[in-house]
């Protein structure tokens, strides 16, 4: 038996008494199988002498060891090198914008980790961040996790490591951001109309499906003319100037304002989380302009318990809060 199999025979002995040892457990739950998949979390299929993942982890963000020179890694990865087993890499997509959305969240979780990525070459390792569609290509490979001497490995930090990683790997399953330098501006002062934006109407499956910013604008589109269609276009505006930002979309009603914040998050939950802390400076910042409604607007449509949130920080704190679902398409 080769070393790297040595090792992860021994990960898998280990990992009873970590949650990640349950990893085929979870799958079968998420997928509906009739059968565990396999009995271990490092399957003998799937580990060669240089590389090893869960099986099953050519569609999804696998858990990942190699045999980097004297040192072995140990982490989550995205391989988009094309196989028999993964004949097209836009099954990843969603799952690369799904661990894109959870990292931009929890990234200090993971400071002490490193991600590095394959493109003809190895790169340098980099700071966990979010994967740029660029990179979204056959043929790279993309690791986040740790590392060390294969000859004085501590197996309860590498278990340690995959257990603390499990979430974002459930996060990417489970379910089917950036932020932007802008200029300081000037004090809030209502102006109608729509600035233009670039869209996510063409480009590619990866572009299209990570690119928050493109994603934003689509969703900013049709809320603008869905609110002119009720308000009227004079009194609809985009992006006014509020302190050192800008609120999506505001509306004028007699001397009364409604600010709109859009979110791109694949739950209300998350979309709420994100918008709530801009969205309540944009109206109670000491000298800003203060808002009738503070509407936070997300794709996804609500669940009992996230429309029950916002009602009850409306009811108890007298906060105008609202959440509105809009599909961009």
């Known amino acids: ?26 799958r079968k739950e998420i997928g509906n199988l009739s059968k565990l998949p396999s009995t271990k979390l490092f399957d003998r299929r799937t580990v060669s002498e240089t590389w090893g993942c869960h099986y099953g982890g050519r569609k999804e963000l696998q858990f990942n060891i190699g045999m980097e020179g004297d040192s072995i890694r140990y982490g ?30 929890y990234f200090e979780s993971f400071s002490d980790l490193r991600m590095w990525h394959y493109e003809e070459k190895r790169r340098s390792d980099y700071m966990p961040s979010t994967i740029p569609p660029e990179l979204v ?8 996790g740790g590392k060390q001497d294969k000859n004085d490995l501590d197996y309860d930090l590498i278990l340690k490591t ?66 002119v269609a009720l308000y009227g276009e004079d009194n609809v505006g985009t992006e006014v100037n509020v302190s050192e930002s800008s609120i999506d979309l505001v509306v004028k ?42 509407i936070i607007v997300g794709e996804p449509i609500p669940t009992p318990e996230e429309s029950q949130y916002v009602k009850f920080l409306r009811d108890s704190f007298g906060i105008p809060l609202e959440y509105q679902e809009l599909n961009a398409e």
């Open 76 to 105: 989550v990865a995205f391989s988009l090198e094309c196989s028999q087993s993964l004949p097209s890499i836009d099954v990843l997509i969603p799952k690369i914008s799904l661990f894109n959305e959870y990292l931009s969240e």
């Open 137 to 144: 290509k056959k043929g790279v490979f993309i690791f986040l």
């Open 1 to 26: 038996m080769h070393l790297l199999a040595q090792i992860a025979e021994e990960i898998n002995t280990r990992a009873n008494n970590y949650k990640v040892g349950k990893l085929q457990i979870f």
């Open 162 to 227: 995959l257990d603390r990683l499990l979430p974002l790997y459930l996060y990417t399953e489970r379910f089917k951001e950036k932020p932007i330098n802008k200029s300081p501006k000037a004090a809030f002062q209502f102006k109608p109309g729509y600035s233009i934006k670039l869209s996510s109407t063409s480009g590619s499956l990866a572009k299209k499906t990570l690119d928050i910013l493109l994603r934003h604008n689509d969703l900013q589109h049709k809320l603008y003319d869905n609110l």
């Open 253 to 294: 009603q007699w001397d009364e304002y409604l600010f709109y914040e859009i979110k791109t998050a694949s739950t209300a939950k998350a979309c709420i989380r994100q918008a709530l802390g801009q969205i309540l400076e944009y109206s109670f910042w000491p000298g800003h302009q203060h808002a009738s409604k503070l």
